[in-house]
């Protein structure tokens, strides 16, 4: 095995176990609400959060969650460039979405995915994130949103000219995040996804 292909399998584990902490769950528990996962969707992310009342627990979460993705695609860069970042960045929305401390089921990739973009190619991520903000305040679904955010932002990539690695990670987040948005997908289809902030 080469330097090059042990350092890569470093920054992995690394991004892995730094996306893996599930901080919606940890910051929910610290405040008294018990476990997040038995309130609201069972999801352990930031929009989940917010169903519990708590607006500064929510976005704590989100920030957290984000911080997370931007520290492994940012470690992932600093040892090994773009290609790096791409391994790196990507280890950790998969470290969100299998956590193996909760026996492998976690969010849904969010916001790590957004702070991974933003660590590892400020303009797609910023693009991304832009556009979220502006279909989340008018249609006022998260799933919607993240969607749309996603979808965006290997075309966003493209016609900025980014490098590979980028254009590759857009991508794969894309994808990550709407395999995991499958149920809320079949929902918008029945008309019964709800809104931010309401209970489900």
């Known amino acids: 095995m080469t330097e090059g292909a042990v350092l890569l399998?470093?920054?992995?584990?690394?991004?892995?176990?730094?996306?893996?902490?599930p901080f919606g769950l940890l910051l929910t528990r610290a405040a008294g609400l018990g476990d997040i996962r038995k309130i609201g969707s069972g999801n352990i992310g930031a929009t989940n959060v917010l169903r519990t009342g708590k607006r500064g627990l929510a976005a704590a979460t989100l920030l957290l969650d984000g911080a997370k993705g931007a520290a492994g695609a940012l470690i992932g860069f600093a040892a090994?460039?773009?290609?790096?970042?791409?391994?790196?960045?990507?280890?950790?929305?998969?470290?969100?979405?299998?956590?193996v401390w909760l026996g492998f089921r976690g969010g849904k990739g969010v916001a790590t995915g957004f702070g991974v973009l933003i660590a590892a190619s400020p303009a797609v991520g910023l693009g991304a994130g832009a556009l979220w903000l502006l279909i989340a305040k008018f249609g006022r679904r998260s799933s919607v949103a993240s969607l749309s955010a996603f979808l965006a932002a290997p075309i966003i990539a493209a016609s900025l000219h980014a490098p590979w690695e980028i254009l590759a990670l857009s991508i794969c987040i894309a994808g990550l995040v709407f395999i995991r948005h499958e149920a809320n997908i079949r929902r918008l289809f029945a008309g019964t996804e709800p809104r931010i902030g309401e209970k489900t």
Not at 9 to 21: C, E, R, T
Not at 83 to 98: D, N, Y
Request: glycine share 24%; charged share 0%.
């Open 9 to 21: 399998g470093l920054i992995v584990a690394v991004g892995y176990l730094v996306g893996s902490i």
């Open 80 to 99: 090994a460039g773009y290609l790096g970042a791409f391994w790196g960045g990507l280890a950790a929305v998969v470290g969100h979405l299998f956590p």
